[in-house]
């Protein structure tokens, strides 16, 4: 089944640690986003890629970075610049804006990070 | 940049009735406008999505309108049922990007 996994399901971090989530996609999607859900908010977007070893920040990339080094991998590092990290994590994916159209995002099931 | 406002925040409902979500935007350049369903400790499901050149769109029990003068776009589910239990959230899009702006979300619960 074609899809986005993101791993781990839950991950613990100490104070002062990088951690990196991971997220892959089989979905032949040029583009991917991370985004942060908090509790009763909506999701916010940290980064996003609209092809391979290209990325742009979006609204609150403080204390995060990535890399896409492949089509189908986009990693989001949590670094210990991050002042509130505990959060919900989304990674998303899509074809190319292109012709003047949106396209649909469709999402992973998200990974909870947690500080200890 | 685009601001999206989510009303209510919570709705509860009998099962059979229609419940309806509304939200509004600031930019007025935005013309994509989808719709996702949250289960708890899920990924946001895509359920329906409208264009700014189309007033209102239906899939079944699920419909969304838009009115682009006033800024504002609905989500009308009829006839629910329990399993529409969900967090549903709208969001808005400007063209040139993909990149989508969200609403905080409605905690949607249908009562048997």
């Known amino acids: 089944d074609g899809g986005i996994t993101q791993s781990p399901k839950y991950l613990f971090r100490k104070e002062g640690q990088n951690v990196t989530l991971s997220c892959e996609q089989n979905l032949n999607h040029d583009a991917m986003y991370w985004y942060r859900q908090d509790p009763g908010q909506g999701l916010r977007l940290i980064y996003y890629?609209?092809?391979?070893?290209?990325?742009q920040k979006g609204d609150i990339a403080e204390g995060y970075s990535v890399s896409r080094e492949k089509k189908e991998s986009f990693p989001l590092t949590v670094t210990s610049a991050q002042k509130n990290p505990t959060a919900f994590y989304l990674c998303?994916?899509?074809?190319?804006?292109?012709?003047?159209?949106?396209?649909?995002?469709?999402f992973g099931d998200g990974t909870r990070l947690s500080i200890l | 940049g685009e601001n999206v406002e989510q009303h209510p925040s919570t709705l509860s409902v009998q099962e059979g009735d229609s419940a309806v979500i509304k939200c509004t935007y600031s930019d007025s350049a935005s013309n994509y406008f989808p719709w996702y369903k949250q289960e708890l400790g899920k990924g946001p499901q895509l359920i329906i999505d409208i264009r700014s050149n189309v007033g209102e769109k239906k899939d079944q029990r699920i419909a969304v309108t838009l009115n682009k003068t006033a800024k504002h776009f609905s989500l009308h589910i009829t006839e629910t049922q329990p399993e529409d239990s969900a967090v549903y959230f709208c969001a808005a899009s400007r063209p040139g990007a993909n990149n989508l702006f969200f609403g905080t979300g409605t905690r949607l619960t249908v009562i048997p």
């Open positions: 890629s609209q092809i391979v070893n290209d990325f």
């Open positions: 998303a994916s899509s074809i190319p804006w292109t012709g003047g159209r949106n396209q649909p995002q469709h």
